[in-house]
């Protein structure tokens, strides 16, 4: 059963920056297909990030295109999200998930395992 297991949130004030990474329980992740999500307080979880093997493969939801980047870190098996100039709207639950597919796609029924998620707050 591969698990997955997410670490960086916290506090955070506007303007600030905070890296998120999602490790796993198995050294195949690295062939696996990574997107990250977030869920808002009272809001349906959403797309922010997915990435195949390379960074060219990466997609971006538009509110966070050019302030996000999502990467993989070969040395701690991991995927980063490395987050920048945040803002009190990207509060949320960070969850990462995988998929063994062959793509990437932008919406949550494609990843059939999910991490238990990592609160975001960025205060004003």
């Known amino acids: 059963q591969v698990q997955l297991e997410e670490s960086g949130g916290g506090p955070v004030q506007a303007g600030d920056s905070l890296s998120l990474s999602c490790g796993a329980s198995i050294r195949a992740f690295s062939a696996a297909r990574v997107a990250w999500f977030r869920q808002p307080p009272g809001k349906e979880r959403e797309f922010v990030a997915a990435i195949l093997w390379t960074p060219d493969s990466a997609q971006y939801a538009a509110p966070v295109k050019d302030r996000f980047t999502i990467s993989r870190n070969k040395t701690n098996n991991a995927v980063d999200l490395q987050m920048n100039n945040l803002t009190p709207e990207d509060t949320a639950t960070y969850y990462c998930?995988?998929?063994?597919?062959?793509?990437?796609?932008?919406?949550?029924?494609?990843?059939?395992?999910w991490g238990q998620g990592t609160q975001v707050t960025v205060s004003r």
């Open positions: 998930a995988m998929t063994w597919r062959p793509t990437i796609e932008q919406t949550a029924s494609h990843y059939n395992i």
